[in-house]
């Protein structure tokens, strides 16, 4: 099994629809994180969580919420998807090392 | 702000030729880490190979290596004896500030291997 797995893996959804992609990690990693990918943009930061409790917002995060349920499970928030935040999204974990990061194989969504 | 500068949009490099792709970085820290990701078409992320601010020496592993030009804050990755399968997205990322490890990520370069 994967150390960070993403669900789904693909979704199509309607504009205005809530949305939720789930990410669980077995690494044992505090540290969790959202990122989005569009072409030519390379990674930019939605949220991050060093903690249950401790949750930020990254450069990005207008339109997006995250719940923190267990120090194993983020998951990301479309409250009202719209067509620009077609895109992939990865969740990924670090360690206290500074250079451990494990990154989920990414869930590719489709807003129409 | 911390910045990461790719500006090679894409590459083309024969088989079992080397290859080189650019990554200048800017930070204001003194303690930062650099990345470098590959993306294959499948979409994940694969690290490659991680160099600290203060490693003297050039991390390598395996065909890849990094070399680090601290002073002009350049960070480009070498791929030697360059493989079909090397043909991907290739991201250079940095770590910010060390309390709040967010990776920033430059725009990519999409290398193609051929024959």
């Known amino acids: 099994d994967a150390d960070v797995t993403q669900t789904p893996r693909n979704r199509i959804t309607k504009t205005g629809k809530r949305i939720m992609l789930e990410c669980s990690q077995t690494?044992?990693?505090?540290?969790m994180y959202w990122y989005r990918q569009d072409p030519g943009l390379g990674l930019r930061l939605i949220y991050y969580?060093?903690?249950?409790?401790?949750?930020n917002k990254g450069e990005i995060s207008d339109g997006y919420s995250v719940s923190r349920q267990a120090q194993a499970k983020f998951s990301l928030s479309l409250e009202s998807a719209i067509p620009n935040q077609t895109a992939l999204y990865f969740c990924?974990?670090?360690?206290?090392?500074?250079?451990?990061?494990?990154f989920g194989s990414g869930t590719r969504l489709t807003v129409v | 702000a911390q910045k990461i500068t790719q500006t090679q949009p894409g590459m083309f490099v024969q088989e079992k030729e080397a290859v080189t792709l650019d990554c200048t970085y800017d930070?204001?820290?003194?303690?930062?880490?650099l990345f470098w990701y590959k993306q294959p078409s499948s979409g994940e992320m694969i690290f490659l190979i991680y160099?600290?601010?203060?490693?003297?020496q050039n991390a390598t592993e395996g065909r890849y290596s990094l070399n680090f030009q601290k002073a002009r804050k350049s960070a480009n990755l070498v791929i030697s004896a360059s493989q079909l399968g090397d043909s991907a997205m290739y991201f250079c990322?940095?770590?910010?500030?060390?309390?709040?490890?967010?990776?920033?990520f430059g725009t990519g370069t999409r290398l193609q291997v051929f024959p």
């Open positions: 969580s060093f903690d249950v409790k401790d949750i």
């Open positions: 990924a974990t670090s360690d206290l090392t500074g250079y451990g990061y494990t």
């Open positions: 160099q600290g601010s203060y490693d003297e």
């Open positions: 690494k044992g990693h505090d540290r």
């Open positions: 990322a940095m770590r910010e500030a060390f309390n709040t490890d967010k990776l920033i």
């Open positions: 930070t204001s820290d003194q303690s930062y880490g």
